[in-house]
């Protein structure tokens, strides 16, 4: 692939020509290397002709383009999402000779049907044969897939969109070949026009040693900010059977551009498609041969707020690999303001922290923006402290002028219920993540200036006495150069 084009992230996975969406089959395997495939259209740079492109990673951001792992039997289907598991003790019976055994688990997408298929690797997941009994799950339904399959105890569970009746299926299996159907869990909460990718994940609990269930569905279209968006719900699973803490919707992004995540093969690390359905087909970056890039990696746990119940937090899994030099911005930020330039990009890292007793004026805030060197473009984001609506976070990408669409949205804000501590984000040129309080909420925005962005500014006023902001930040590696 050609990764020079100036629309090209450094650090977010982007595939290497072609339109990718879905992140699929996520695994670490025994040497410790992360495999990712992705729904992939390798012969164009809109959504169709579905294979699994695949790719590979020592650190979830240096990524080595393997060879397409998954190919549609013919030119009338689409392999479309899924998931993978390893087979260590050869349940599947695939694996008489090797405990290295991989399993992918996706639906096969025919103008009559989606049904579920398998396909098993003997080499660690760089090449798969399609198991001659398939399909193995055939509910003769053209809107059932996306199975996510987690091992449970002894049992394999899978979890499955019936996308158009808003129901998530969940399956139980003894050998991923024979599937039986345990339970359903229907119209829970925002139900937009179709459920897909459905995830249900054990994460720790954070300050804890215990652990929380947590199932993640993603709606298309019908988000509430327009196009795509994953819910998620923390709550109970006993092998069969989900039930959700209490009946809030809550969105794993405050932005557009998350969808369709997915969680590694029994890890509570997660990668979502940073794109939305409502523009992906038409983004500006076709003309650099490529459309969409993956979110960056997280490591997620639940965290119990009391009165607001469980949350899922979305940290930023650790940055120390893309860090290029530091840059010499002022460190202490209170009521000041400071800027410098980058290059590939750029990831900050504020930390906040107010005296016991504080008055605010009434209106405090932190802001920040990346422009181009000529354009005038720019990219706005920032906090508010204090004011009417307190504790708010803020993305603006309306003064980019690369493109522009009806659902291309420019604006985003989430409101927290206590002042955030720590602001971190990530500028990568067409992308920007903004993560405040380790991932507790999370913006994900997609971005296209003409130019790239290439200076950072930012500032904070209004702040109460005693108030301490201390900022770095750091240039991006190119993790393609
Ligand atoms: C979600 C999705 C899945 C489907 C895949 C097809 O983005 O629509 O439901 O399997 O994309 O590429």
Same mark, same amino acid.
């Given at each position: 692939g050609d990764y020079t084009g100036p629309y090209r992230p450094?650090?977010? &996975?982007?595939? %290497?020509?072609?339109?990718? @969406?879905?992140? @699929?089959? $996520?695994?670490?395997? @025994?040497?410790?290397?992360?495999?990712?495939?992705?729904? &992939?259209? %390798?012969?164009?740079?809109?959504?169709?002709?579905?294979? *699994?492109?695949?790719?590979?990673? %020592?650190?979830?951001?240096? *990524?080595?383009?393997?060879? /397409?792992? $998954?190919?549609?039997?013919?030119?009338?289907?689409?392999?479309?999402?899924?998931?993978?598991?390893?087979?260590? !003790? !050869?349940?599947?019976?695939?694996?008489?000779?090797?405990?290295?055994g991989v399993v992918a688990i996706y639906t096969l997408n025919t103008p009559t049907k989606q049904t579920q298929e398998l396909a098993y690797s003997f080499d660690g997941g760089y090449t798969f044969t399609p198991y001659s009994g398939n399909p193995v799950l055939d509910v003769n339904s053209n809107q059932f897939r996306d199975p996510k399959v987690i091992r449970y105890d002894d049992t394999w569970v899978m979890v499955i969109a019936f996308a158009s009746e808003y129901v998530i299926g969940i399956y139980t299996s003894s050998d991923l070949k024979e599937w039986s159907h345990a339970s359903n869990i229907s119209h829970i909460d925002l139900l937009g026009i179709q459920y897909e990718c459905p995830n249900l994940v054990s994460l720790p609990i954070s300050n804890s040693s215990e652990t929380g269930w947590v199932l993640t569905i993603s709606v298309n279209p019908g988000a509430p900010l327009g196009g795509s968006i994953t819910e998620y719900f923390a709550g109970e699973f006993n092998g069969t059977h989900f039930k959700p803490h209490d009946g809030a919707t809550r969105l794993s992004n405050f932005a557009k551009d998350d969808y369709a995540g997915q969680f590694f093969y029994d890890q509570p690390i997660s990668i979502g498609w940073a794109s939305n359905w409502g523009y992906t087909n038409t983004v500006p970056t076709a003309s650099e041969g490529w459309r969409s890039a993956m979110t960056l990696p997280r490591k997620n746990s639940l965290v119990d707020t009391g009165i607001r119940g469980w949350e899922m937090v979305q940290e930023i899994y650790d940055v120390s690999p893309i860090l290029s030099?530091?840059?010499?911005?002022?460190?202490? $930020?209170?009521?000041?303001?400071?800027?410098?330039?980058?290059?590939?990009?750029?990831?900050?890292?504020? !930390? /906040?922290?107010?005296?016991e007793k504080v008055t605010f004026s009434s209106y405090a805030s932190m802001n920040f923006t990346f422009s181009t060197n000529s354009t005038g473009e720019s990219v706005k984001g920032g906090y508010i402290l204090a004011g009417s609506t307190p504790y708010t976070a803020w993305l603006d990408r309306g003064k980019t002028s690369g493109f522009d669409s009806p659902l291309f949205t420019d604006k985003f804000s989430v409101s927290q219920v206590s002042p955030a501590k720590r602001i971190t984000g990530v500028m990568d040129r067409s992308l920007f993540e903004v993560y405040v309080d380790d991932g507790a909420v999370v913006g994900t925005m997609d971005v296209y200036p003409t130019e790239p962005l290439t200076k950072f500014t930012i500032s904070t006023g209004d702040l109460p006495e005693g108030a301490q902001i201390t900022f770095s930040a750091w240039e991006i590696q190119d993790t393609w150069a």
């Open positions: 450094r650090v977010h &996975y982007s595939p %290497p020509k072609g339109f990718m @969406n879905d992140p @699929n089959g $996520l695994f670490k395997d @025994n040497n410790g290397t992360w495999h990712m495939y992705y729904q &992939y259209n %390798p012969t164009d740079v809109v959504a169709g002709n579905q294979h *699994w492109g695949h790719a590979t990673s %020592p650190d979830l951001y240096h *990524w080595t383009n393997q060879p /397409i792992a $998954l190919f549609p039997p013919n030119s009338t289907s689409g392999v479309f999402s899924g998931s993978a598991v390893l087979d260590p !003790n !050869n349940t599947s019976g695939f694996f008489p000779n090797t405990t290295e030099q530091q840059l010499s911005f002022t460190q202490n $930020l209170a009521n000041t303001s400071t800027e410098a330039s980058f290059n590939n990009g750029l990831y900050f890292d504020m !930390n /906040i922290t107010f005296p």
